[in-house]
Structures are given as structure tokens and as C-alpha cells.
């Protein structure tokens, strides 16, 4: 039996998506990925909603390509090898 292992890298948002005011719902913490529904951020009146979700998954590896300024920047070479 193979083994497999599974990895994911978040990368910047490109020039399209930033243009459409797109942000960022993932989040990386060592090798758990958090994702948000973003759709309903910035609500005023504090209700909470049946479609505000948070899913969570763990990987083999996790790369964080979103600004190369953090720490825990990973860089082409970095993921490659």
C-alpha cells in the first residue's frame, strides 16, 4: 500500500481578486487550516447566522505564501524541496 501524504500552500490573493475586494478566509496554524465564511463579516447587528461556518482540516504539510515579511513565510524553494 502506498502512502500518501497530502499537502496545501495559501498564496496571495492576485491583482483580480484584490481589485473585487477579495480577502483571505483561510488560516494556517502549523499543520490545521482554518476556513471562514467570509460572506457575512462585518455584519452591524451582532445576529448570529445559520450559514456562519468554520471548517477546520489538518494536512501533512502546510505552506504559508501570503507575505513574504512573516516568519513563517514558506518560499517556492522552501515547498520544492
Do not use: H
Not at 501524504?5 to 473585487?20: G, H, Q, T
Not at 499543520?31 to 461556518?53: F, H, M, P, Q, T
Amino acid at each position: 500500500m502506498a502512502n500518501v501524504k497530502v499537502a496545501i500552500r495559501v498564496r496571495p490573493l492576485n491583482a483580480r481578486e484584490s481589485a473585487d475586494g477579495g480577502r483571505l478566509a483561510v488560516q494556517v496554524e502549523d499543520k490545521l487550516v482554518r476556513i471562514k465564511n467570509g460572506k457575512l463579516d462585518g455584519r452591524s447587528d451582532g445576529a448570529l447566522d445559520s450559514r456562519e461556518k468554520l471548517l477546520e482540516f489538518c494536512f501533512d504539510y502546510c505552506y504559508w505564501s501570503v507575505d513574504p515579511a512573516e516568519p513563517r513565510y514558506a518560499s517556492q524553494e522552501e515547498v520544492m524541496t
